[in-house]
């Protein structure tokens, strides 16, 4: 087992423009993600947004968007379960993460990497890992059910 990477896989029954759209519209991203963002994601500029997950609204979130591949490959970089407001993240190396959208036969195969955690400071390493697996986890069901939603046609 690795502890330098997690790594989250789903299938979403929609077309991968609809899942793209969803991933790289800072609006819908905000929708399941759980962030109200300032504005779109641009790469090379940093994106973010007060945090609307419940008992974390306290906190911002901030990525530094790295590469836009339409319809195939999004990626960012950021601080991994930046939780503590009094903590100064900004000397630590931010983790890669990394979306790749592939067409399959029912829709949209889903892959989410996040890379580079043995490179955050020995003393958060552990918990940071920990809260993003199971962040990730969260986040890849949430992105399916936001885009099965609304793609089900009106009752």
Excluded: C
Excluded at 56 to 73: F, S
Excluded at 123 to 148: S, T
């Amino acid at each position: 087992m690795t502890t330098d990477r997690i790594e989250k896989e789903i299938e979403i029954k929609a077309p991968v423009s609809r899942v793209w759209k969803a991933l790289t519209d800072y609006k819908e991203f905000g929708t399941w993600f759980r962030v109200n963002l300032e504005g779109p994601f641009v790469p090379g500029e940093t994106a973010r947004g007060n945090i609307t997950y419940p008992g974390y609204e306290h906190l911002v979130m901030q990525v530094v968007v790295k590469k836009i591949e339409p319809e195939r490959y999004f990626s960012f970089t950021w601080h991994p379960f930046a939780v503590d407001p009094e903590y100064n993240y900004s000397d630590e190396e931010p983790t890669l993460v990394e979306f790749t959208l592939t067409e399959t036969e029912t829709g949209t195969h889903v892959r989410v990497v996040e890379s580079g955690f043995d490179k955050i400071p020995a003393h958060r390493r552990a918990e940071a890992f920990r809260g993003n697996e199971g962040g990730w986890a969260e986040q890849v069901r949430n992105i399916r059910d936001h885009v099965e939603k609304a793609s089900q046609p009106a009752a």
